[in-house]
């Protein structure tokens, strides 16, 4: 069996300069549209991202908000009823020290 080989011979004209450059700044510009096409994409996507927690946060903290309000306002009236308490307290307590030093004094 014989095996016809042609030969293909590469001549310069097959790698012109212009063909070339055309062909670098052709891969240069996919490359660039390619990479500002992801930045955009991700910056919708992060800024997407951004909103979505910012609605989180703020429902978090109004419901953080009111659980707080109440739990102060139950610390408040605990605060006033021991004041209350403490002062009746002293109170009793001012008019027996008033009593005993009568006692003693007078």
């Known amino acids: 069996m014989t095996v016809l080989r042609?030969?293909?011979s590469v001549v310069p004209e097959c790698?012109?300069?212009?063909?070339?450059?055309?062909?670098t700044w052709t891969a240069?510009?996919?490359?660039a549209a390619t990479s500002l096409g992801s930045l955009f994409y991700l910056g919708s996507r992060i800024d997407a991202l951004g909103a979505r927690l910012d609605a989180r946060m703020d429902a978090q903290g109004a419901e953080l908000g009111t659980r707080i309000d109440?739990?102060?306002s139950r610390l408040d009236a605990?605060?006033?009823a021991?004041?209350?308490?403490?002062?009746?307290?002293?109170?009793a307590l001012t008019v027996k020290m008033?009593?005993?030093?009568?006692?003693?004094a007078g």
């Open 28 to 31: 240069i510009g996919l490359l």
């Open 6 to 8: 042609r030969r293909v």
């Open 98 to 104: 008033e009593d005993h030093l009568r006692r003693h």
């Open 78 to 80: 605990r605060i006033d």
């Open 70 to 72: 109440a739990l102060a």
């Open 82 to 91: 021991q004041g209350a308490e403490l002062g009746s307290r002293i109170d």
């Open 15 to 23: 790698y012109s300069p212009i063909a070339m450059e055309a062909a």
